[in-house]
């Protein structure tokens, strides 16, 4: 039933409906938006009723005065903000009634919907058993949060979602309604005073709040909502096979690891992060099981307590100081007993107590909880244990004493300098030692790392940067022997080009003292994860995962760690530097190869995928995304990132952020266990040959384009990537050494200031002069070739759908007046003709493939979405193109820049927030 209780004095809505060009019928979620919008405009009105015109624009209307225009951008991003809370609530609105109306199979996407498509599919139990078993998806808080919105502005945002889920309720009184709503108002009214924009960079202590924050908000409970759901739908399709539900999240972290290009992550900052997040796993434990302990008033007087269970309860008590004491605080509830037991040893392992033994690991503490269950189910109180001893144990199992593991990632330029300097400090002739990238480099590396004494190397003389690379490997090799050995998750080497820039990592981590064994023959315990970035290091991957292979120390720690090598790769720079048609397919090839050759070389892999928000960065919807990857390229396992905006749209609030854990999660289940035999990933000799044709032409276009004289001045000037820096987003600057060229430019601030202003190159540039191209060469047969593929390929459906989707955000208009802000006459002349004209052709192309005459017809919901919020992002364009000429012309002039650095970020945020993503 919609909100339809409202007057105007209580929403202070006036006769103007939100901004849209949509909608006949309204339906919920614009009943939403239309009380959400009146709520704004009613505190506008208190605080600046001269902007309130800004949320009802007419064509002609100019941008705002002066005096108005930081009000005005505030007004227009938390409209955007609001229009989001508002969809999402009535997406999770629409599952629920799709669920009670068909039931959970209906769900698309969801483990009841994904189980019943594998049953139908002929997928028996045998094989779902073998999957589990290696089941592991693994969600990745990255470090460089795109994220613009402060925790308190998070706060405000769920507090309004969640007074919305409210409002859903049919039992209030009209009186009470108002009360919700007049509650609803003061979030809106607050969320106006407290502001988005951060005025300094965060640090890196807020950034680890930030993350920490998800999981004590919503994590931490979808997660054990998640595992119930999924052996619902076990048990609804396979109920009578006994398959059993693991805890099978990984979640990891980058924020307070990610050093590569930061230099205020230090070994220093490393430790307080895993002193932050264990606290916080310690922190949750401990609430949940005070939320138990007085649920579980068992009595043994009442009922008989199996005899297996006292003798662990005597085994449990025994690690306390004062077991006769706990025994008469809880007289006869010996579940009880056992609970306090396991709180006090709790306490001691977060030294916040020493009345018991510290658990040494986890998996002790889970031990612990699995004795529990089975004293209950022996007494035939299993739904009991399920319902409250289960869930606890899937947090010790999936949280740990850890919350997440904590991946380090570091350069491998600094790596390899760090061991030519320990080398240089260790040798009599330090011009002796060898350089990086040379045979006698290679040489050295695998000597080092074959010798069979763990050689101590002088360290006392080291430059900084080495001290610092060897204090954070001992850190490492510290946290192995602690209290959770996954706290520190893998060592992510970026820009990995060899395998010797692999062999660094694993001959410092020898060094530390990482490597088992006291004659340096065993193995070391750490992952180290390739990162293959630009399209050159994707094509050479394979070659490089077969070189390294061929070091015994390198086979010797892959299988002590279960033969599993995983590989990371990079979306985002590979886009930078081929476009996203040549970076997409040369990924899908690379994953290939690699997978060819770990089988030849008798390994796994797991594939860590670096995905991003936006379409450039491998941003697409979740299901499809996976579902598109090579077959057997899954195989049960799966890492990706989540990054900035992404991690607050998907896990802000509670139940989106257990649909979209499902939705991941299903994805990876359904393509390991369908994508051997499903026709639309099979490999087709003609279909791949086409995506290689197109992808090699696209290329060539991109690149074309990318080394035109002037192309540099041109980015520059006709987009706001250098003001982007004064736009606090992050804590690491916008390039990694501090060089000025393109190659050095990370790929947020890169993607970022396409999407700023309207050209969106990153997400389609190069593709209609292949699809023209290849139709020329091959004529009607090719024509017909690209409509079955459209059709047939999964993965060329895909680069079509986003394609058009990015090209429908794109805005020829509006980037024109972008591109006036270029100086050089002939170098805009030159390149804005370009692209505008790869805009027209692959808008012709697209609709060549699809049938279509205007583009995203075939997704009405997303251009719903893009038609409703354009106004407002073109005039924020447009005013953003005049505060740039403003703040550019006053290079002299401290006073202006000031005054127009505030205006300028918002329009920033505006955008951003108005295209649902930074970077």
């Known amino acids: 039933m919609a909100i339809s209780v409202l007057s105007k004095e209580t929403s202070g809505k006036s006769s103007a409906a939100a901004p849209q060009t949509r909608r006949e019928e309204p339906n919920y979620a614009d009943e939403v938006k239309d009380l959400l919008f009146g709520l704004l405009r009613s505190v506008i009105a208190d605080r600046e009723p001269k902007v309130l015109k800004v949320l009802d624009p007419a064509p002609s209307d100019p941008p705002p005065e002066q005096d108005v225009r930081i009000a005005a951008l505030q007004a227009i991003g938390i409209w955007f903000q609001l229009t989001k809370i508002a969809e999402e609530n009535a997406m999770m609105r629409a599952r629920r009634q799709l669920e009670t109306a068909g039931g959970p199979d209906q769900v698309k996407g969801s483990f009841s919907n994904v189980l019943a498509d594998v049953a139908a599919f002929g997928v028996g139990p045998a094989q779902v058993a073998e999957t589990l078993k290696a089941f592991e998806v693994g969600p990745t808080l990255t470090a460089h949060p795109t994220e613009a919105k402060r925790v308190t502005v998070l706060e405000i945002h769920r507090r309004i979602y969640r007074k919305l889920v409210d409002l859903e309720a049919q039992r209030w009184t009209p009186r009470e309604r108002e009360g919700l709503i007049a509650k609803l108002r003061n979030d809106i009214d607050l969320l106006w005073m407290t502001g988005e924009l951060r005025l300094e960079r965060p640090s890196l202590d807020q950034e680890i709040a930030w993350g920490l924050h998800f999981f004590r908000e919503t994590l931490f409970d979808a997660t054990t909502q998640l595992y119930d759901q999924f052996a619902r739908a076990l048990h609804r399709h396979y109920g009578e096979d006994g398959l059993q539900v693991s805890s099978f999240l990984r979640f990891s972290s980058w924020i307070g690891g990610d050093r590569d290009g930061n230099i205020n992550v230090t070994s220093s900052v490393t430790r307080e992060t895993l002193s932050v997040n264990r606290a916080a796993a310690l922190s949750r434990l401990r609430e949940r099981l005070a939320a138990v302990i007085p649920m579980v008033s068992i009595s043994d007087n009442v009922v008989k307590v199996p005899q297996s269970f006292k003798a662990r309860l005597e085994t449990v008590l025994s690690a306390t100081s004062d077991p006769e004491g706990l025994r008469e605080r809880n007289p006869s509830e010996l579940f009880r007993q056992y609970l306090v037991a396991l709180d006090l040893r709790l306490a001691s392992t977060g030294g916040e107590d020493n009345t018991a033994q510290p658990y040494r690991n986890p998996t002790q503490f889970a031990d612990d909880l699995k004795g529990l269950e089975q004293g209950l189910v022996a007494m035939k109180a299993g739904t009991i244990a399920a319902s409250f001893i289960v869930p606890l144990r899937w947090e010790a199992e999936t949280f740990g004493f850890r919350t997440v593991s904590l991946d380090i990632r570091q350069n491998s330029t600094v790596i390899n300098r760090v ?501």
């Open 419 to 919: 061991v030519q300097e320990i080398w240089q400090l260790n040798t009599p002739n330090p011009d002796d030692v060898p350089t990086p990238g040379t045979s006698a480099w290679s040489k050295q590396l695998r000597d080092s790392l074959r010798a069979q004494e763990v050689s101590a190397p002088r360290l006392s003389q080291l430059s900084e940067e080495a001290s610092e690379a060897m204090a954070l490997f001992r850190l490492i090799a510290d946290v192995q022997t602690g209290i959770d050995r996954r706290a520190v998750g893998a060592f992510i080497l970026s820009m990995t080009t060899s395998a010797d820039d692999l062999l660094g990592v694993y001959l410092l981590a020898k060094y530390a003292g990482l490597c088992a064994g006291h004659d340096g023959s065993g193995a070391i315990a750490l992952p180290i994860v390739p990162l293959f970035e630009t399209i050159s290091d994707l094509r050479a991957a394979p070659a490089i995962l077969k070189d390294l292979l061929t070091v015994p120390l390198v086979r010797r720690s892959l299988l002590e760690a279960g033969n599993v090598q995983e590989v990371m790769l990079g979306y985002s720079d590979s886009n930078k530097d081929g476009g996203f048609i040549c970076s997409t397919w040369e990924l899908v090839k690379a994953q290939k190869r690699i997978i060819a050759t770990a089988e030849a070389s008798g390994i796994e892999v797991r594939f860590f995928h670096g995905r991003g928000g936006s379409v450039s960065r491998g941003g697409a919807p979740t299901g499809r995304a996976i579902a598109a990857q090579p077959s057997g390229t899954v195989l049960g396992r799966m890492r990706t990132t989540e990054q900035g905006e992404v991690v607050s749209s998907k896990y802000a609030n509670r139940g989106t952020a257990l649909y979209q854990l499902e939705l991941l999660s299903a994805s990876v289940l359904a393509h390991s266990l369908k994508s051997p035999n499903e026709a639309a990933l099979r490999d087709h000799a003609e279909f791949d040959e086409a995506i290689d044709a197109l992808s090699g032409m696209s290329q060539v276009i991109y690149s074309r384009l990318l080394e035109q004289p002037g192309f540099v001045d041109y980015f520059l000037q006709a987009s706001p990537v250098e003001e982007l820096a004064l736009l606090n987003i992050g804590s690491r600057p916008a390039r990694r050494f501090g060089a000025a060229s393109l190659t050095d430019l990370r790929a947020i601030p890169w993607v970022f200031a396409w999407s700023q202003n309207r050209h969106l190159i990153t997400g389609w540039y190069g593709f209609g002069s292949a699809l023209q191209s290849f139709v020329r060469v091959r004529g009607e047969d090719g024509r017909v070739l690209l409509s079955e593929m459209f059709e047939k390929s999964r993965l060329f459906r895909l680069i079509v759908d986003e394609v058009e989707k990015t090209l429908y955000q794109t805005d020829m208009d509006i980037a024109a007046r972008y591109a006036d802000l270029v100086q050089d006459k002939d170098t805009r002349d030159r390149i804005f003709p370009m692209i505008r004209q790869e805009y027209e052709v692959t808008r012709d192309q697209l609709s060549m493939i699809t049938g279509d005459g205007e583009p995203t017809t075939r997704f009405p919901a997303f251009r719903g979405r893009i038609d409703e919020v354009k106004p407002l992002i073109d005039r924020t364009n447009i005013l953003q193109v005049e505060l740039l000429e403003q703040f550019r012309a006053a290079q002299n002039n401290d006073k202006i820049r000031k005054s127009t650095t505030v205006p300028l970020l918002l329009s920033m945020n505006c955008i951003a927030a108005g295209l649902g993503w930074t970077g």
